[in-house]
Every structure is written in structure tokens, then in C-alpha cells.
């Protein structure tokens, strides 16, 4: 019956099962080691068990064999070892091996589990080939985004270099027309009759506004350029609020636009007070174009965790919250300003992020439409690298 039982789980393992005896002679094995290597079970028995490896490989088998005699120990399935077995037709197949050394009253055995690992190979094939085939054409896609990236890079440069360039060209013929539009209006060649004035004061108006336009035009490829050079130094904030509001009240006043100002910066900030005088001339334009008539305009300033914090509020129109990003890129326009039609380039806040950011600062934005708005940026008390006693 142990016997009987023991031929049945033989038979009905998944794997080849052979025993080898002391001489390499095969004395046991099972169906599907006939089915795996073509020989009917009566042609194996009793063979040596090169006869199932390659004909090149027999001669080193022996010793191998005799080595493992003296020094017997299970070696598992999988060892990483590259073997092959040979089919009676003469065709070869990848197989993996695991040993078991036995001894009996009848002598040393060794018995041997032979899996076929051809679908398996053939599978890792597959999928080399393919990541090989993916890492091919992944290089290829990075070679081409590299190539675009610097011919945009290079496109963006020249843009602008071109941009710097005609606007240094196009602000020589504007200024000469500001300069004699004032002249005119100064009266000092003869009286203008009323329409004369107001055609003057057309071409002055529009002029500035071009004007304008282009020194954004010229800070921005200056800042995309990586040509903008801060000059900073120290200064009174509460001076550079003071003059900032001073550049707005005219129009404030017309809309009668009440202006308030909170500040708590008792120490001086060292950053280029040109620019920062720029970027709260920016908010604050934009409040008052944006806040209707008899509305408010405040502003803050003080200190927080190093930085100095401006904060600009009005009662404007307000920002929808899904375009509290998109306001800072490039000729975006937020909507219809107070007055419902639409104002400006679209270049005053994305300069006035990027001047920030070149301070080492950020900008952000709280604001719901028909409830104001309020622009909060910071700028470090000193420069990076420097000491509070520098």
C-alpha cells in the first residue's frame, strides 16, 4: 500500500521526477519526465543521466557528480545556475533543477526535480524586449523634448532680446511726442481754443498709457531674460507707501475712493526700493480701477516672521476663486473693471509676481467676486546672506 500510494504521488506531480543512483544510472522516474524529454519510461532506465543533457556538457557532468558525492547537500529549484535539457529529438529546452542526495541499505541516490521553464523564459524574453523597446524609444522622447526645449528656450530668448530692443526703439519717438503734447498744452506758443485742448490732451493721455505698456513690455523679457538687476538698499516703508498712494490719488479722488493706510514696520527694509515702490503702484492701480465710485482702498504693512508683509484691499468687483492663479500669468485679463468694460494689458500682475519673487517673496490673493479683493506680498526685512548687524 506505501508503495502503491507513494507511484501515485509520483505520477501525479507537475514536475519531472527522477532518481539517479550511485553510478548516474536512472533507476526511478515518472510519466512526466517521459512526456518532457520523448523517451518512453523502459528506454531510460537504467541509462546514465547525461544521456538527458547536452552532448558538450556530459564529460563535466561526471565530475560534478563525483564532486557532489563527497560533499551532498539539497540544492533548491531556482539557484540561478543557466541549464538545459536535452530532448530525444535533439532539441533543447531550459530546465531548472533541485536535488535531493538520499541514503538507503541500498545505496546513495539522488533525486532530481526537472522543471521546464520554457514558457517562462520565453515570457521574460517578451518582456525584456519590450522594456528594452520602451527604454529605446523613452530615450528617443527625451532626445526630442531636449531638442524642443532648447529650441524654445532659444525662441524665447530671442523674443526677448527683440522686445527689449524695439522698446528701447519705440520709447525715443514716444517721449518726444509726451514732451511737445505738454508743451502744447503749457499754452506757451499761443492760447488753444477748447477742442485744440482736449485733442492735446488725447494724444498725451494715450501716449502715457503706451508708454506704459511699453516699459511692462520691457521689465518682463528683462526679468524672463534673467537680465533684471535689483539695486537694493535700505528705505522707510512708510515713505514708499506714501508715495505710491500719492501716483493713485488723482484717480482715486475722481471716483472719491477713500484711502487708508496701517503700518507697523518700525525697522527699515533693504530691497530696491524702485521695484517695490512698482509693485504697490501695480495693486494699487488695480484697486482703484476695480473698486467703484465712493468705495475704499487700504493699505497695510508690517512685520512677520522676518518679512515685511504689504497688504493692498479694496471693495472692488472681487476675483472668482478659479482664477486666483491664472491672474499672475502673462496678458490675462481678470474681467470688466468697475466701469464694465475691460482695462490694461494683462502684464502688471505677472510682473509684479516675478518682481517679487526676485526679492525672495510671495504674492497671493483673497477675494470673491462683489466682495473685494485683497493682494498680501512679502518681501525679506534684508537681503539673503546678510547678518542683522551687516
Do not use: W
Not at 10 to 21: G, M, Y
Not at 27 to 32: E, F, P, S, T
Not at 82 to 92: I, Q
Amino acid at each position: 500500500m506505501p508503495d502503491q500510494r507513494f507511484r501515485q504521488l509520483l505520477e501525479a506531480a507537475p514536475d519531472a521526477i527522477l532518481q539517479v543512483d550511485e553510478e548516474g544510472r536512472i533507476v526511478l522516474l515518472n510519466r512526466v519526465t517521459e512526456e518532457m524529454f520523448g523517451y518512453p519510461r523502459e528506454e531510460l532506465l537504467g541509462q546514465p543521466v547525461e544521456v538527458l543533457i547536452p552532448e558538450e556538457l556530459r564529460n563535466a557532468h561526471g565530475g560534478h557528480r563525483a564532486r557532489y558525492r563527497t560533499q551532498p547537500a539539497t540544492r533548491a529549484m531556482g539557484t540561478g545556475l543557466a541549464l538545459e535539457g536535452l530532448r530525444k529529438d535533439g532539441s533543447r529546452f531550459p530546465v531548472e533543477i533541485s536535488l535531493s542526495p538520499a541514503s538507503s541499505e541500498e545505496g546513495f541516490h539522488v533525486t532530481a526535480i526537472v522543471r521546464d521553464t520554457t514558457e517562462r523564459k520565453l515570457a521574460e524574453d517578451r518582456f525584456r524586449a519590450a522594456q528594452e523597446q520602451y527604454t529605446k524609444k523613452l530615450a528617443e522622447t527625451n532626445r526630442e523634448l531636449e531638442l524642443r526645449s532648447r529650441e524654445i528656450e532659444r525662441a524665447d530668448r530671442l523674443k526677448s532680446e527683440f522686445l527689449a530692443s524695439m522698446s528701447h526703439e519705440l520709447r525715443t519717438p514716444l517721449h518726444t511726442i509726451i514732451g511737445f503734447s505738454e508743451l502744447l498744452g503749457e499754452e506757451l506758443e499761443g492760447p488753444l481754443n477748447e477742442k485744440q485742448k482736449r485733442f492735446i490732451q488725447h494724444i498725451h493721455n494715450d501716449s502715457m498709457h503706451l508708454l506704459q505698456l511699453i516699459n511692462d513690455i520691457l521689465d518682463l523679457s528683462k526679468i524672463e531674460a534673467g537680465r533684471l538687476e535689483l539695486r537694493p538698499e535700505p528705505f522707510d516703508v512708510a515713505t514708499v507707501v506714501t508715495e505710491s498712494l500719492a501716483s493713485i490719488r488723482t484717480l482715486a479722488d475722481a471716483k472719491m475712493l477713500s484711502l487708508e493706510t496701517v503700518l507697523d514696520v518700525p525697522a527699515a527694509l533693504e530691497a530696491d526700493r524702485l521695484r517695490v515702490k512698482q509693485v504697490l503702484v501695480n495693486l494699487l492701480s488695480n484697486a482703484v480701477k476695480f473698486t467703484p465710485d465712493g468705495g475704499q482702498v487700504r493699505v497695510e504693512a508690517y512685520i512677520r516672521n522676518g518679512l515685511v508683509a504689504f497688504t493692498v484691499s479694496d471693495t472692488g468687483v472681487g476675483i472668482a476663486s478659479e482664477e486666483h492663479q491664472s491672474i499672475f500669468d502673462k496678458f490675462h485679463q481678470v474681467g470688466a473693471t468697475a466701469k464694465g468694460v475691460r482695462e490694461g494689458t494683462g502684464l502688471g500682475l505677472a510682473i509684479t509676481k516675478r518682481l517679487v519673487e526676485e526679492h525672495g517673496g510671495t504674492i497671493q490673493v483673497e477675494s470673491e467676486p462683489n466682495r473685494g479683493s485683497r493682494f498680501t506680498f512679502t518681501i525679506p526685512l534684508q537681503r539673503p546672506g546678510r547678518k542683522a548687524n551687516a
